[in-house]
C-alpha cells in the first residue's frame, strides 16, 4: 500500500504536468517552426540569414521586456487566470506571422510572441516549486522539460511536411499554412488550462485534506531546512542576490549558445545535403537521444549532492559539442556533437532551473525565477543574430558555432565559481 506521500506526489503529477507539458509543447512548436519556414520563407520575403537571425532574436526582446512583470502577475493573480490569457495572446501573434511580408513586420511579430510567452517557463518553474518538495523537483523538471526535445521529434517532421505539402491552396504559401496551422493548439489548449488548473494546494479540490495537510507541512519544512529566514523573499532581495545574478549570467550563455543553434537547426542540417523532406526527419535524431538521456539527467540532478556541479557538466558538455561540429560541417558526421549539444542543453535544463527555487521564496522567488529567464533570453536574442551574420560573412556556419562554443565555454567556468562555497544540499528525510 503507497504512503500518502506517494499517493500524494503522484496525484498532483497527474494533475499539474500534463497541463504544463501541453502547454510547453505547444510554445517550443510556435518557437522553432520559423526555423522550418525560414526553409522557404527567406527567399520568398528576400530576407538575408542576418535578418532572419536579428528577426528571431526579437522574440527575446519581448520576452525580456515582459518575463519578470508576467511571472509577478501570475503570481499575483494566480496561474489558471494568467496562463490562459498568456496562451491565447501568443496564439494570435503566431498566427500573424504567417502574414508577415518583410524584415520589419517579422521582427514585430517575433517581438508580440516574446512578449506573450514571457510569463510561461518560469510561471512553470515558480509553480512547481509551490507543488512539489524539493527532492522531488529536479524529476518533476525533467519530467516536465522532456516536452522541449518531444516538440523536436514530433514538430521536426510534423512542421517540414506542412511545409510541402500545403503550398499553393488558398493561395497560401506553405510557410503560412505552418505558421497558421501550428497557432491554433495555444488557443484550444488555454481552454483547457483554464478549465484544470488550481491556483494552489488549498483550492485544489481533487487533493484530499490529509493530503493538503501533508503537502503544507513537508514544503514548511523545506524552508525551514533551507533556513527560510535567510531567503530572500522580496523582488529587492532577489535582485539584490548575486547568486541570483550569476545564474542570471549562466542563463544567457545558455540562451546564446543552445538557442542559437536550435533556431538556425534546420538551416544547417540543410547545410548538410539533405532536402527539405528529409531534413525534419534528420533534426529529430538529436532531439531522440535528448528526450532519451533527459531523465538520467533529473535523476543525477536529484540524487547528487551540488546541483551545480551537474550544470557545470552540462555547459562543458555544450561547448565541447558545439566545437567538434563546427570543425565537421558541412560533413552529416557533424550530427554526432550535434547531438551530444542538444542532449547537454535538454538536461541540464531541470537541474539548473531547479536551483533559483532551493534559496528563494514568496515574490522573491517570482522575480528571481523571471530575471533568470529573461537572461537566458538575452541570449536567445543574441546567438541566432551572431550565427545569422557570421553565416552570411563566412557562406558557412563553422566560425558562428565556434564563437557560440566559446560562449558554453565561459557559462561552465561561472558555474564551477558557484560550487565553491555553496553548501551541499541537505538530506530530507521526512516519511509520510
Given at each position: 500500500?503507497?504512503?500518502?506521500?506517494?499517493?500524494?506526489?503522484?496525484?498532483?503529477?497527474?494533475?499539474?504536468?500534463?497541463?504544463?507539458?501541453?502547454?510547453?509543447?505547444?510554445?517550443?512548436?510556435?518557437?522553432?517552426?520559423?526555423?522550418?519556414?525560414?526553409?522557404?520563407?527567406?527567399?520568398?520575403?528576400?530576407?538575408?540569414?542576418?535578418?532572419?537571425?536579428?528577426?528571431?532574436?526579437?522574440?527575446?526582446?519581448?520576452?525580456?521586456?515582459?518575463?519578470?512583470?508576467?511571472?509577478?502577475?501570475?503570481?499575483?493573480?494566480?496561474?489558471?487566470?494568467?496562463?490562459?490569457?498568456?496562451?491565447?495572446?501568443?496564439?494570435?501573434?503566431?498566427?500573424?506571422?504567417?502574414?508577415?511580408?518583410?524584415?520589419?513586420?517579422?521582427?514585430?511579430?517575433?517581438?508580440?510572441?516574446?512578449?506573450?510567452?514571457?510569463?510561461?517557463?518560469?510561471?512553470?518553474?515558480?509553480?512547481?516549486?509551490?507543488?512539489?518538495?524539493?527532492?522531488?523537483?529536479?524529476?518533476?523538471?525533467?519530467?516536465?522539460?522532456?516536452?522541449?526535445?518531444?516538440?523536436?521529434?514530433?514538430?521536426?517532421?510534423?512542421?517540414?511536411?506542412?511545409?510541402?505539402?500545403?503550398?499553393?491552396?488558398?493561395?497560401?504559401?506553405?510557410?503560412?499554412?505552418?505558421?497558421?496551422?501550428?497557432?491554433?493548439?495555444?488557443?484550444?489548449w488555454a481552454v483547457v488550462m483554464a478549465g484544470a488548473l488550481s491556483d494552489s494546494p488549498a483550492k485544489a479540490g481533487w487533493l484530499s485534506a490529509a493530503q493538503i495537510s501533508w503537502l503544507t507541512e513537508r514544503l514548511r519544512a523545506d524552508e525551514q531546512q533551507g533556513g527560510a529566514t535567510?531567503?530572500?523573499?522580496?523582488?529587492?532581495?532577489?535582485?539584490?542576490?548575486?547568486?541570483?545574478?550569476?545564474?542570471?549570467?549562466?542563463?544567457?550563455?545558455?540562451?546564446?549558445?543552445?538557442?542559437?543553434?536550435?533556431?538556425?537547426?534546420?538551416?544547417?542540417?540543410?547545410?548538410?545535403?539533405?532536402?527539405?523532406?528529409?531534413?525534419?526527419?534528420?533534426?529529430?535524431?538529436?532531439?531522440v537521444v535528448g528526450a532519451v538521456l533527459l531523465p538520467l539527467w533529473g535523476l543525477w540532478a536529484d540524487r547528487s549532492r551540488s546541483c551545480e556541479f551537474v550544470v557545470a557538466v552540462g555547459c562543458g558538455a555544450m561547448a565541447a559539442g558545439l566545437l567538434v561540429t563546427a570543425v565537421l560541417?558541412?560533413?552529416?558526421?557533424?550530427?554526432?556533437?550535434?547531438?551530444?549539444?542538444?542532449?547537454?542543453?535538454?538536461?541540464?535544463?531541470?537541474?539548473?532551473?531547479?536551483?533559483?527555487?532551493?534559496?528563494?521564496?514568496?515574490?522573491?522567488?517570482?522575480?528571481?525565477?523571471?530575471?533568470?529567464?529573461?537572461?537566458?533570453?538575452?541570449?536567445?536574442?543574441?546567438?541566432?543574430?551572431?550565427?545569422?551574420?557570421?553565416?552570411?560573412?563566412?557562406?558557412?556556419?563553422?566560425?558562428?558555432?565556434?564563437?557560440?562554443?566559446?560562449?558554453?565555454?565561459?557559462?561552465?567556468?561561472?558555474?564551477?565559481?558557484?560550487?565553491?562555497?555553496?553548501?551541499?544540499?541537505?538530506?530530507?528525510?521526512?516519511?509520510?
Open positions: 500500500m503507497r504512503t500518502i506521500e506517494q499517493q500524494t506526489v503522484a496525484k498532483i503529477w497527474w494533475h499539474v504536468i500534463p497541463l504544463f507539458s501541453g502547454g510547453l509543447f505547444i510554445a517550443h512548436l510556435d518557437r522553432a517552426n520559423l526555423g522550418f519556414a525560414a526553409l522557404t520563407m527567406l527567399r520568398d520575403l528576400g530576407l538575408s540569414n542576418t535578418q532572419f537571425g536579428a528577426a528571431s532574436g526579437a522574440f527575446a526582446l519581448g520576452y525580456m521586456a515582459f518575463g519578470i512583470p508576467s511571472t509577478l502577475m501570475l503570481h499575483r493573480w494566480g496561474a489558471r487566470r494568467w496562463i490562459s490569457l498568456m496562451m491565447v495572446a501568443w496564439g494570435i501573434f503566431s498566427a500573424a506571422t504567417a502574414f508577415v511580408s518583410g524584415p520589419t513586420q517579422l521582427l514585430i511579430a517575433r517581438m508580440g510572441l516574446g512578449a506573450a510567452e514571457a510569463g510561461f517557463a518560469p510561471g512553470a518553474v515558480f509553480y512547481i516549486s509551490r507543488w512539489f518538495p524539493s527532492e522531488y523537483r529536479g524529476r518533476i523538471l525533467a519530467s516536465l522539460f522532456f516536452i522541449i526535445p518531444l516538440s523536436q521529434i514530433i514538430g521536426g517532421p510534423l512542421s517540414s511536411g506542412l511545409l510541402v505539402s500545403l503550398g499553393g491552396i488558398a493561395g497560401l504559401k506553405g510557410w503560412q499554412w505552418l505558421l497558421l496551422l501550428e497557432a491554433l493548439p495555444s488557443v484550444v535567510l531567503r530572500p523573499s522580496s523582488v529587492r532581495q532577489a535582485f539584490g542576490s548575486p547568486r541570483v545574478w550569476a545564474l542570471a549570467i549562466i542563463s544567457a550563455g545558455l540562451g546564446t549558445s543552445a538557442i542559437g543553434t536550435l533556431i538556425f537547426l534546420p538551416l544547417i542540417i540543410r547545410s548538410m545535403g539533405f532536402s527539405i523532406g528529409a531534413t525534419g526527419l534528420v533534426l529529430a535524431l538529436p532531439s560541417l558541412p560533413s552529416p558526421w557533424a550530427l554526432i556533437p550535434l547531438s551530444a549539444v542538444l542532449a547537454a542543453f535538454f538536461g541540464i535544463l531541470p537541474p539548473f532551473f531547479n536551483l533559483p527555487s532551493g534559496f528563494l521564496s514568496g515574490s522573491g522567488a517570482a522575480a528571481g525565477i523571471g530575471l533568470i529567464s529573461v537572461a537566458g533570453n538575452v541570449g536567445q536574442a543574441v546567438g541566432p543574430y551572431v550565427l545569422g551574420h557570421r553565416s552570411d560573412l563566412d557562406h558557412s556556419y563553422t566560425s558562428g558555432l565556434a564563437w557560440l562554443a566559446v560562449i558554453a565555454a565561459g557559462a561552465t567556468l561561472i558555474s564551477i565559481a558557484l560550487i565553491r562555497g555553496r553548501p551541499l544540499k541537505p538530506a530530507l528525510s521526512i516519511s509520510g
